[in-house]
């Protein structure tokens, strides 16, 4: 088990940037995939991005490509997703996530953060 805390929500105009952290805790850091979800309300959750225990990201939604980025520290048991040039349809509570391997299925992340919300005005 790992246990995950979000921190870096709130409000921000289109356009603008913010950077979510993730803190991991618990057993070892770098046996994890680590990734992000975000659920906008009255929608499904969706995943974002990905960090493979490997090293490599991986973008699941067209819609972020280029304009957000995930990296991950293994010194600092802290996993980023650093979001630029923000949209309104990016709202949305978003959720660190960890699990053995990297998949796009929620199922497959037996460890949740409790989320941080994030709200773009337009």
């Known amino acids: 088990q790992v246990q995950l805390v979000e921190s870096g929500g709130g409000l921000v105009q289109a356009g603008g940037s913010l950077t979510l952290s993730c803190a991991a805790s618990g057993r070892a850091f770098s046996t994890y995939a680590m990734g992000w979800f975000r659920q906008a309300p009255g929608k499904e959750r969706e995943i974002v991005a990905v960090f493979t225990r490997s090293g490599g990201p991986m973008y699941y939604l067209d819609s972020v490509k280029g304009r957000l980025t995930i990296a991950r520290d293994d010194d600092r048991d802290t996993v980023y997703l650093h979001m630029n040039s923000l949209k309104p349809e990016d709202t949305a509570v978003y959720f660190c996530?960890?699990?053995?391997?990297?998949?796009?299925?929620?199922?497959?992340?037996?460890?949740w953060g409790q989320g941080t919300q994030v709200t773009v005005s337009s």
């Open positions: 996530v960890a699990g053995p391997t990297a998949t796009r299925w929620s199922r497959d992340y037996p460890n």
